[in-house]
C-alpha cells in the first residue's frame, strides 16, 4: 500500500523546537523529490521546503530560511522537516509530499503543529 505518513507535531512554545518526520512506503522514495507544506486556518496551502531525490538540493520559502531544515535518509524510506525558532505564525498542518520524476504526487495525511505560550 502506497503510503507517506507524517508525525512528530504537537505543541509547543514560541522560540521552541520540533521535528517533523515523513515515512514512506509501497513506493521507491528514493526515486521522488520531497517537499513539506503547511496550511494554516484560513490560508492557502504554501511550500515550506524541498529536496531532491539524493538530498543533494534543498530549498526554502523565506519565512522559514535559516530556522528549518529538511533532510532525508532513503535507506530509511523517511524524511525529516527539522524546525528551530519556532513562532506562532509557523501555527499550521504540515503536510508531506513527493514528486517522481513523471510528475506523479503523493500526499500525507498531515501533522499538526501549533506554537503557543
Known amino acids: 500500500q502506497v503510503q507517506l505518513v507524517e508525525s512528530g507535531g504537537g505543541l509547543v512554545q514560541p522560540g521552541g523546537s520540533l521535528r517533523l518526520s515523513c515515512s514512506a512506503s509501497?513506493?521507491?522514495?528514493?526515486?521522488?523529490?520531497m517537499r513539506w507544506h503547511r496550511q494554516a486556518p484560513g490560508k492557502e496551502r504554501e511550500l515550506v521546503a524541498g529536496?531532491?531525490?539524493?538530498?543533494?538540493?534543498?530549498n526554502y520559502a523565506d519565512s522559514v530560511k535559516g530556522r528549518f531544515t529538511i533532510s532525508r535518509d532513503n535507506a530509511k524510506n523517511t524524511g525529516y522537516l527539522q524546525m528551530n525558532s519556532l513562532k506562532p505564525e509557523d501555527t499550521a498542518v504540515y503536510y508531506c509530499?513527493?514528486?517522481?520524476?513523471?510528475?506523479?504526487?503523493?500526499w500525507g495525511q498531515g501533522t499538526q503543529v501549533t506554537v503557543s505560550s
Open positions: 509501497g513506493f521507491t522514495f528514493s526515486s521522488s523529490a
Open positions: 509530499n513527493t514528486v517522481n520524476g513523471l510528475g506523479h504526487q503523493r
Open positions: 529536496i531532491t531525490s539524493n538530498g543533494g538540493s534543498t
